[in-house]
């Protein structure tokens, strides 16, 4: 059967019109997922710590954190290639679990991926101060240039999918040199470590009151930041083409390249520091920095510079991307206050409106930045929401699954009973990885911060979750969702559809 008809047709039986437009390749989809996830920003957030907690061995914990992810992919995959619909997660946990259900999933992953721009803002402002500023970094200057990050991210959005794809390009090729090349090259020319050194911790257990395991398992909630993202593939399903196929296939490949930059980048870095000790000891602010000047030589400098901050402009780009097709869901829905405006799509064919509001609220969140403690906790919250999202839509399609609800065959992306299987595994892993993040641990809290930066995580969650609650009790926005859209069914007809 033809999947242009099949596409046309398949928002009609959801009970929504085609808006946005399909202009969206295989191709731009993987850029939009690669770019999300963004090896560069996931090592640059996991390397420092991970050395600090498990000393060299860190490397091992992003191998466990891929291959838990890897699960979650997978289960990912099949709900994307049965309900091709833009929303994502929100529109696969209302389907399968409930609308009540399907706005706190909505609510806290709109919650989290706000947190995620502002925190890779602020990130890369340190980046765009390094290009072009000498002297400190005030918290002011911080803030303000991660104003600019946003910005800049929302202009390039405003003007159409097509220049975000070439923008997004450009951050593949930047990542590629800035992570592949240079990695490849630290492995071949500037070798200062044997293998042998991925298992030692040199003494980074002490952090850990002198437990090596505890020490692990820190590195491990920490590693788990550097596999996000994914599911903004998912986001863009209605302005793909052939969705059903090339999402799940967008999103694995995406999925397993950066987890293959990751660790390349990681183990490279790992065997190139002269010094590793010094990375433990924290004496060594920024090894992947360290071990690539040290190893290209001084005037490597602001090049290296430059291509990870276009790397931290893409990944910037991407986020706003998928948040604003989030919020445009929603609101297309009736799920938000102000619906009819969110959901309006502009001449350009995207939704212009959600994604200002994503911006002005992302740049809000940076004012947490004049106070380091509080940008330290909306960073840990950034993690730690995702992962409360990844285990419900795992629990849900599990549930789903075995009551008959959902249907994993009606999909062209099915893996029979293995499917089953990986689902299991994969709530089993989120369940221990989303206690493990969200364990209260002094040793990853500011030196001078408070009770609340121990307890950020729960804390940030528990207020979302329970304002969740009250508006669904208080605005009942289940009662307010469009009859089309209301009573149409878990599996469309077009589950029929088989792959050519």
């Not at 437009?21 to 999300?36: C, D, E, H, P």
Request: proline share 4%; charged share 10%; hydrophobic share 55%.
């Amino acid at each position: 059967m033809d999947d242009t008809r099949t596409d046309a047709g398949e928002l009609a039986e959801y009970g929504y019109q085609q808006e946005l437009k399909r202009t969206l390749s295989a191709w731009a989809v993987f850029a939009i997922g690669f770019a999300t996830i963004s090896p560069v920003v996931g090592v640059y957030a996991v390397v420092q710590l991970g050395f600090v907690f498990a000393g060299p061995a860190w490397i091992w914990a992003v191998v466990v954190a891929f291959l838990g992810q890897l699960m979650v992919a997978v289960v990912y995959a099949e709900l994307s290639s049965q309900f091709p619909i833009t929303g994502g997660v929100y529109q696969w946990v209302r389907r399968l679990g409930g609308p009540r259900l399907g706005w706190l999933v909505g609510w806290i992953y709109l919650a989290s991926a706000v947190a995620s721009l502002t925190t890779v803002a602020y990130l890369g402002a340190s980046w765009l101060h390094m290009l072009f500023g000498d002297g400190t970094l005030s918290a002011a200057t911080h803030v303000l240039l991660g104003v600019v990050f946003v910005a800049v991210a929302l202009g390039i959005n405003l003007l159409g999918v097509n220049p975000v794809k070439h923008f997004l390009n450009a951050g593949i090729i930047a990542e590629g040199v800035a992570s592949i090349a240079v990695s490849v090259f630290l492995l071949v020319f500037v070798h200062n470590n044997g293998f042998g050194i991925l298992f030692e911790t040199l003494g980074a257990e002490s952090v850990s009151g002198g437990s090596a395991l505890a020490g692990f398992l820190t590195a491990l909630a920490v590693a788990g930041w550097a596999f996000l993202g994914f599911d903004a593939t998912t986001q863009v399903a209605e302005e793909t083409e052939h969705p059903r196929r090339s999402v799940p296939r967008a999103l694995l490949r995406a999925y397993l390249f950066v987890a293959f930059t990751v660790l390349l980048t990681g183990l490279a870095v790992t065997l190139a520091l002269r010094k590793p000790e010094d990375a433990v000891s924290g004496a060594l602010a920024d090894p992947v920095f360290t071990a690539v000047t040290q190893g290209l030589g001084g005037w490597s400098e602001k090049p290296f510079i430059l291509l990870i901050l276009i790397a931290f402009f893409a990944c910037a780009i991407s986020i706003q991307t998928y948040i604003g097709r989030a919020v445009y869901s929603f609101a297309r829905d009736r799920q938000l206050p102000f619906s009819s405006k969110l959901a309006t799509v502009g001449p350009r064919q995207i939704p212009y409106v959600s994604l200002i509001a994503t911006a002005v609220l992302a740049s809000l969140g940076l004012l947490l930045g004049l106070n380091g403690n509080a940008a330290a906790t909306l960073i840990a919250f950034g993690s730690g929401g995702f992962y409360f999202i990844f285990l419900t839509v795992a629990v849900v399609a599990l549930v789903a699954r075995l009551t008959g609800r959902w249907n994993p065959a009606a999909g062209l992306f099915k893996l029979g009973r293995t499917g089953l299987v990986i689902n299991v595994l994969a709530v089993v892993w989120l369940l221990f990885e989303a206690v493990n993040i969200a364990w209260p641990r002094v040793e990853l809290a500011p030196a001078d911060g408070s009770w609340v930066q121990v307890w950020a995580v729960i804390l940030v969650f528990s207020v979302l979750f329970v304002a969740g609650l009250l508006y669904v009790a208080i605005a009942k926005p289940h009662a307010k969702l469009p009859a089309a859209a209301a009573t149409d069914p878990a599996t469309p007809t077009t589950e029929k559809v088989k792959a050519p």
